[in-house]
């Protein structure tokens, strides 16, 4: 599930958004036209990390509880090119596996 499915947000100020899954994941990823900001969970440290998020560097954060199988982020400041439909992916854990081996999941954002 997502939620929120539609929010309208200030310029300027933060948002969140968050994806849940029914199982762990390893990766996680969210994007908006070309840019994308993902999350993995790794081993060591045992934990959920920033993995390429580049477009939103300086602007964004891991929200949610891994072990609730949430996975969100914050967007420190929102900027006019936010907007319109964005997409949260999720890749369940696949022990031994590579990105793209687990089952995926992909469900629309918009604001």
Known sequence: KTE??????????????MCQVDRFYEWCTFKHDTKECEFVWKYRPFNITMGQCSDYEERAEFRGEYNNYECGFEIAEAKAEDTGEWSCEVEEYYKGGKKGMGLQVRKPLRW
């Open 4 to 17: 929120p499915k539609e929010i309208r947000v200030t310029l300027g100020e933060p948002f969140t958004v």
